[in-house]
Nanobody, 115 residues
Framework: QVQLVESGGGLVQAGESLRLSCVAS????????MAWYRQAPGKQREMVAS????????TYDDSVKGRFTISRDNAKNTVFLQMSSLKPDDTGVYYC????????WGQGTQVTVSS
């Protein structure tokens, strides 16, 4: 059974930082492309950042470039999202995503940024 468990969300003020973590189980993590998505209230889910299995290829949405950093620790089956200089527009539920034979999603962690 595949599980992706996110943690690290919370309520912060604009300009502050948060670090999200996602621990995966039930998949060969070191072979899985991983990503973080977010869904703001009333909007569609969008990809924020992605990382290849060997951490060679990183991609970011334009809205977070220079502020967010995705990374992974294959020994700990964990992917991270370091978020700095947070803005109210970053508010939403952040989901961990893994791609193997199927698409796998975590349950999400709420991030709220107040102005």
């Amino acid at each position: 059974q595949v599980q992706l468990v996110e943690s690290g969300g919370g309520l912060v003020q604009a300009g502050e930082s948060l670090r999200l973590s996602c621990v995966a189980s039930g998949i060969i993590f070191r072979l899985a492309p991983m990503a973080w998505y977010r869904q703001a209230p009333g909007k569609q889910r969008e990809m924020v950042a992605s990382i290849s299995p060997g951490s060679v290829a990183l991609t970011y949405d334009d809205s977070v470039k220079g502020r967010f950093t995705i990374s992974r620790d294959n020994a700990k089956n964990t992917v991270f999202l370091q978020m700095s200089s947070l803005k109210p527009d970053d508010t939403g539920v952040y989901y961990c995503y893994a791609r193997r034979s199927y698409d796998y999603w975590g349950q999400g962690t709420q991030v709220t940024v107040s102005s």
